[in-house]
């Protein structure tokens, strides 16, 4: 079965860092550039980053450019994403997704990880 | 960046009655890399639709998509119980983003 399962969410205060981990299953996770996503409580979803296949292309929303990192181990089918200076507004629901080969957007999701930041 | 409007907000139907979705783009969206999601509450979205009017891998043939351009409709032919969800239009022809979501409800 093809499967994504994230880890990592939790309460964090202003200006904390978190990981957050996503493994993959079911698939040839080397082949497939790799997205998080994001849902505030009770709003719509926000595309956060993108990173290729073969690392060489990684992309940033603006709202979080400098403060999250992306990356991949291909090695260990897992997906990361480190969040640093955290803020209110990054509370959310945290998604990976697989961006399909046809189609080509995200054809896999996995349950999401909350991330709350509060003091 | 391409900003994606969605209408209406809710749409309240009886079950069997068709639903229209609309959704417009600031800017034509290329190649139509324009997908539908359905998001149940609590759950993950799941791909609907995509490149404007292709159904994806199990999707039931009441749910279709058609538009071009700046322009995209989903419909859903005739409305079961468990369409009741916030449908969601994503362009990907330029980086990706989301219209802001149409929840349906069923009466």
């Known amino acids: 079965e093809v499967q994504l399962v994230e880890s990592g969410g939790a309460l964090v205060k202003p200006g904390g860092s978190l990981r957050l981990s996503c493994a993959a299953s079911g698939f040839t996770f080397s082949d497939y550039s790799m997205n998080w996503v994001r849902q505030p409580p009770g709003e719509g979803l926000e595309w956060v980053s993108s990173i290729s296949s073969t690392y060489n292309y990684i992309y940033y929303a603006d709202s979080v450019k400098g403060r999250f990192t992306i990356s991949r181990d291909n090695a260990k089918d897992s997906l990361y994403l480190q969040l640093n200076s955290l803020r209110g507004d990054d509370t959310a629901v945290y998604y990976c997704?697989?961006?399909?080969?046809?189609?080509?957007?995200?054809?896999?999701w996995g349950q999401g990880t909350m991330v709350t930041v509060s003091s | 960046e391409i900003v994606l409007t969605q209408s209406p907000g809710t749409l309240s139907l009886s079950p069997g009655e068709r639903a229209t979705l609309s959704c417009r783009a600031s800017q034509s969206v290329s190649s139509n890399f324009l997908a539908w999601f359905q998001q149940k509450p609590g759950r993950a979205p799941r791909l609907l639709i995509y490149g404007a009017s292709s159904r994806a891998t199990g999707i039931p043939d009441r749910f279709s998509g058609s538009g071009s351009g700046t322009d995209f409709t989903l419909t859903i032919s005739r409305l079961e119980p468990e369409d009741c969800a916030v449908y969601y239009c994503?362009?990907?022809?330029?980086?990706?983003?989301f219209g802001p979501g149409t929840r349906v409800a069923i009466k």
């Open positions: 997704a697989r961006r399909g080969l046809r189609p080509a957007t995200f054809d896999i």
């Open positions: 994503q362009q990907y022809a330029n980086s990706f983003t």
